[in-house]
Structures are given as C-alpha cells and as structure tokens.
C-alpha cells in the first residue's frame, strides 16, 4: 500500500489504503470534537467558524481556529519535505517512513495528554491531531496522485455525485465513447472512503470513551504496522533484486 505511487498503484490498493487511512481519520476527528469541541481535520468547517468569530469580534476563538488552520498546513509541508527527501534520494520506503514518523509523533502527542495539565489537553489534543492530520493527508494526496484523500469528505461527496450523473449518462448511452469501468472503479473508492470515515468516526466515540486519549497509541498501533510491513517488504524486494 505505501510503495506504489502513481499510475503503478491500482484501485484494490488505493481502496486498502483510503479504507485504512480514512478509519483512523474519522475516528481521531470525532474523538477529538467529542473530547475539546473542535474539529481536528475538517478545514472547510474551521475556516467558517474562523470568519463567524472574527466577525463577531471574538479574537481569542478566532485565533486558535487560525492556529488549527496554520498547523494543519504545516504538517503537509513537513510531510512534502520528508518525501520529497526520500525521493531524490531513491528511498523506495519513503511513503512508509513518513507514516512510520506520524506513528512515533501520535504516541508523543498521546505522552504529552498524560502529562499536562487537564485544562490545557484540549487545545494541545486538537492542534497535535491538526498537524498530523495534514501530515497524513499529504501522504495519502502525494502516494495516489490526488486520487485519495482520507479527510476531505465534502470533496469526496462532490466526486461521488460527478462519477454517479457519469455512470447514469453512460448506463443510458449518453456518453458513448466514455468507459464505464474508470468512474465505476472511482466511485467505489470514494464511497468506501467515505464510509470508512464514518465508520471510523462511530468506533473512534465509543473507543474514547472507553480508554479516553489511549486512542491515540491504538492508532499509532495501526499506523506502526502499515509502516512497519511496507518497509520490510521493500527491504525484502530490494534484496532480491541485488541477488546474482
């Protein structure tokens, strides 16, 4: 799931991924409205809620929605940066390692909850999330040539109704010299992307408030392993081929 990129990758492999990686996204952005209030990935939303503070004059909120914005930018920066590194140094396993460093980051974030104080975890919960959340959606974005996206749900929906009215035009004979199995195939993707996201959301509720921010090491649980299997099978092909 994290060697292929581009046009190597095929659509059972971008749907293992965007299943995966949308499920952790649901579950870590409702878990964290749930615990603070605030939406950890949902840009579209937080940009809203920005504009309707600062025009009611409330700075202080519209601030640390700014900051929700800023940070959620940076980590796709720093994403891109470790990717583009590992790519002009031919590091094959590079999508792996990045996820790998969102992994190590997600337990550091889940120590920090730990030991601060109680009135200040929410705000370190949803800006740490924000962070790694445009961290992963660079991965995912970069990997799949922009055909996964584990956040952006509206985007998504919006893809899902143009691949629908496609299937529809070309079911009727509408569109005869356009393919079926193209926008069949996207639109099985973006519909179990979403779901995985919702689905993710629904376990991420019951999950916190069962072990509370111990969420956070499940899913850098999960993410270790992705990374982890990736890396070995990379080293274990690039074996082979230096085999006489």
């Known amino acids: 799931m994290l060697l292929r990129q581009g046009e190597a990758r095929n659509h059972e492999i971008d749907r293992q991924l965007a299943c ?25 939303g937080n940009v809203s809620s920005l504009s309707d503070h600062a025009a009611l004059g409330q700075w202080w909120v519209s601030a640390f929605y700014f900051a929700i914005i800023v940070v959620f930018v940076l980590g796709s920066t720093t994403s891109t940066l470790l990717i583009n590194a590992g790519c002009r140094r031919t590091i094959r396993s590079i999508y792996a390692i990045t996820i790998l460093g969102e992994a190590i980051l997600m337990v550091v974030l889940g120590l920090a909850e730990w030991s601060i104080p109680s009135m200040d975890r929410g705000p370190v919960l949803i800006l740490g999330l924000s962070y790694l959340m445009g961290f992963q959606n660079a991965v995912v974005t970069r990997i799949s040539d922009a055909r996964v996206r584990a956040t952006h749900v509206s985007g998504m929906s919006t893809d899902i109704g143009i691949e629908f009215g496609m299937l529809l035009d070309i079911i009727r004979g509408r569109e005869p010299d356009v393919e079926l199995a193209p926008y069949s195939a996207k639109l099985r993707l973006h519909v179990l992307t979403v779901l995985s996201f919702l689905a993710g959301g629904v376990a991420g509720i019951v999950v916190y408030q069962a072990i509370g921010t111990r969420l956070l090491f499940a899913a850098a649980v999960l993410l270790f392993a992705m990374a982890i299997t990736s890396i070995i099978r990379a080293r274990t092909q690039s074996n082979q081929i230096s085999m006489p």
């Open 20 to 44: 995966i990686l949308a499920g952790i996204a649901g579950a870590l952005n409702t878990a964290a409205f749930h615990a603070a209030g605030f939406f950890s990935a949902n840009m579209t």
